[in-house]
T-cell receptor, first 115, second 111 residues
Framework: GAGVSQTPSNKVTEKGKYVELRCDPI?????LYWYRQSLGQGPEFLIY????????DSGLPNDRFFAVRPEGSVSTLKIQRTERGDSAVYLC?????????????FGPGTRLTVL | SQKIEQNSEALNIQEGKTATLTCNYT??????LQWYRQDPGRGPVFLLL?????KEKRKERLKVTFDTTLKQSLFHITASQPADSATYLC??????????FGAGTTVTVRA
């Protein structure tokens, strides 16, 4: 069956530009998570959706970052006025339900490079 | 502050040997701990979950222990194979759904 997919796989942009990263979770998964992973580090939590609403956005670094999931399926992570420090791999994960004992299914990630 | 620390150095082992990876944490009270495998250019893949009231869990050649007193989990790969070469991440919950990950330990198994 289809896993979590993310597009684009690579994105190169210039400092100051706006980018959108897309995540298609596994069909039927209600919980969706975004993480950011820098080289040599583990994934760092950004935001969690339960259905359409952002239940926890405490990991977003600042107000340049925003994410939506309007129909409870596909999610888009939006970054305004990109900075070189935003360069990282952005990972999306989904799970059938949030909560204890649920493994998360990760996509392959989008590698963002800000020049 | 909260910290999750995994073996700081990469692990190089001979095929057939057992690899043992360590995950230590500070200032967390996790209800469970998970281990993931990550290959280069890919997202993490779930391997095992162990609950706070479980001491040990096994799955095929993998074994995980969880000691909430020591605040430590050990991850063992027995009869290791070159295909086990990857980075292994431990993750624990800081609330009901949010996972916090360690930096990972890279394992290379030599044929």
């Amino acid at each position: 069956g289809a896993g979590v997919s993310q597009t684009p796989s690579n994105k190169v942009t210039e400092k100051g530009k706006y980018v959108e990263l897309r995540c298609d979770p596994i069909s039927g998964h209600t919980a969706l998570y975004w993480y950011r992973q820098s080289l040599g580090q583990g994934p760092e939590f950004l935001i969690y959706f339960q259905g359409t609403g952002a239940a926890d956005d405490s990991g977003l670094p600042n107000d340049r970052f925003f994410a939506v999931r309007p129909e409870g399926s596909v999610s888009t992570l939006k970054i305004q006025r990109t900075e070189r420090g935003d360069s990282a791999v952005y990972l999306c994960a989904s799970s059938p339900l949030a909560g204890h004992y649920n493994e998360q299914f990760f996509g392959p990630g989008t590698r963002l490079t800000v020049l | 502050s909260q910290k999750i620390e995994q073996n700081s150095e990469a692990l190089n082992i001979q095929e057939g040997k057992t690899a043992t990876l360590t995950c230590n944490y500070t200032n967390y009270s996790p209800a469970y701990l998970q281990w993931y495998r990550q290959d280069p250019g890919r997202g993490p893949v779930f391997l095992l979950l162990i609950r706070e009231n479980e001491k040990e869990k096994r799955k095929e050649r993998l074994k995980v222990t969880f000691d909430t007193t020591l605040k430590q989990s050990l991850f063992h790969i027995t009869a290791s194979q070159p295909a086990d070469s990857a980075t292994y991440l431990c993750a624990l919950d800081s609330n009901d759904y949010k996972l916090s990950f360690g930096a990972g330990t890279t394992v290379t198994v030599r044929a």
